[in-house]
């Protein structure tokens, strides 16, 4: 079973940028799984933000995040990234970091069904 864990979050201003990190743990090897980033905030329903393929070569976003957010991966080191910038008080949840099966290519990996593994989250705050 993969175990991911999220950090990064914090409190930042409109405009500000944060980089995201997950890690694998154990005997979890993210260089078998697909990635992809999720958020929930408070009273809605946990939306898709990022995937990126397995090997990193084919990434996908939603469009609330185009043009600001980026996902890479750096197998080597076992980490997914998700970098923020320009960040809007809209941009407010628990971002959490999930482990898909399969060798398709990201935009498949764009529903929480097509993931198999999550981790616990971490908290990001934007003021305005």
């Known amino acids: 079973q993969a175990q991911l864990e999220e950090s990064g979050g914090g409190l930042v201003q409109a405009g500000d940028s944060l980089r995201l990190s997950c890690a694998a743990s154990?005997?979890?090897?993210?260089?078998?799984?697909?990635m992809g980033w999720f958020r929930q905030a408070p009273g809605k329903e946990r939306e898709f933000v990022a995937a990126?393929?397995?090997?990193?070569?084919?990434?996908y976003c939603s469009d609330s995040v185009k043009g600001r957010f980026t996902i890479s991966r750096h197998n080597a080191k076992n980490t997914v990234y998700l970098q923020m910038n320009s960040l809007k008080p809209e941009d407010t949840a628990v971002y959490y970091c999930?482990?898909?099966?399969?060798?398709?290519?990201?935009?498949?990996?764009?529903?929480?069904?097509?993931?198999?593994?999550w981790g616990q989250g971490t908290q990001v705050s934007v003021s305005s």
């Open positions: 999930a482990a898909g099966r399969g060798h398709y290519s990201a935009d498949y990996y764009d529903t929480e069904n097509k993931y198999d593994y």
């Open positions: 154990g005997r979890t090897i993210l260089s078998m799984y697909a």
């Open positions: 990126i393929s397995r090997s990193g070569g084919n990434t």
